[in-house]
């Protein structure tokens, strides 16, 4: 039973785990977090940004939506939490960088090849898989595939070039940018092997994340 897994983890956490964490999460509480960097990851239960890179409290604010999804930016008075938390982790936590994690077997990028009823159960994850289409389209235009799966693969590092794309349209990270004090990235995270490629924006590839130089 999935309740009293968790139960028992929160216990054992509170025992091992804690004690070593206490101090740093005491100082948080005080002086407020200072993250340097915004996540951004799909929901899919299968993804552990933690757990795979090893952060600690403090060190990521991370949104997570369906397919690790950037709407483009977009003023009016509807509720835009992914935007909120882009805005919030710029403009208040002013954080220095911005991950955009794709991931495979990613549920979103393949449902974008399926029918998805017009019922009221799904009416906005129909709207927010719109988001997909371009990479979708930039897949089927570029490539002929040996199998569906080679094709959803590519569908979900070409989602990971539009969504860097969609965070250009917010104004504070293109203005910081610019300025050269925040930088974007898109990581590319295989769950199989745990391992994790880069985007290589000059040309336009991605790469082992072990060879990604700082500059
Ligand atoms: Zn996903």
Avoid at 25 to 47: A, H, T, W
Avoid at 117 to 123: A, E, M, Q, R, V
Avoid at 133 to 148: H, I, M
Avoid at 160 to 178: M, W
Wanted: charged fraction near 30%; glycine fraction near 4%.
């Amino acid at each position: 039973m999935i309740l009293k897994e968790l139960i028992k983890g929160n216990e054992k956490f509170r025992e091992v785990d804690f004690p070593a964490l206490e101090d740093e999460l005491k100082d948080l509480v005080e002086y407020g977090q200072k993250p340097e960097l915004l996540f951004i990851s799909c929901s899919d239960s299968r993804i552990t940004p933690d757990l795979v890179l090893g952060s600690k409290p403090g060190d990521m604010f991370i949104l997570r939506n369906v397919g690790n999804f950037v709407p483009p930016y977009k003023h009016d008075e509807d509720f835009h939490g992914s935007a909120a938390a882009i805005e919030y982790a710029v403009a208040v936590l002013k954080v220095k960088h911005i991950i955009v994690c794709g991931h495979s077997y990613c549920g979103a990028c393949q449902s974008l090849y399926e029918d998805i009823p017009d019922t009221k159960s799904l009416i906005h994850v129909k709207t927010w898989l719109k988001l997909g289409e371009k990479a979708k389209q930039k897949t089927l235009k570029n490539k002929k595939f040996n199998t569906k799966e080679e094709m959803y693969r590519e569908t979900e590092k070409n989602s990971i070039r539009f969504q860097l794309e969609n965070l250009l349209t917010y104004p504070d990270v293109n203005k910081l940018l610019n300025t050269k004090e925040l930088k974007i990235h898109g990581w590319y995270y295989d769950i199989k092997s745990a391992k994790i490629d880069y985007y290589d924006s000059q040309d336009d590839t991605f790469k082992p994340l072990s060879e990604y130089t700082y500059e």
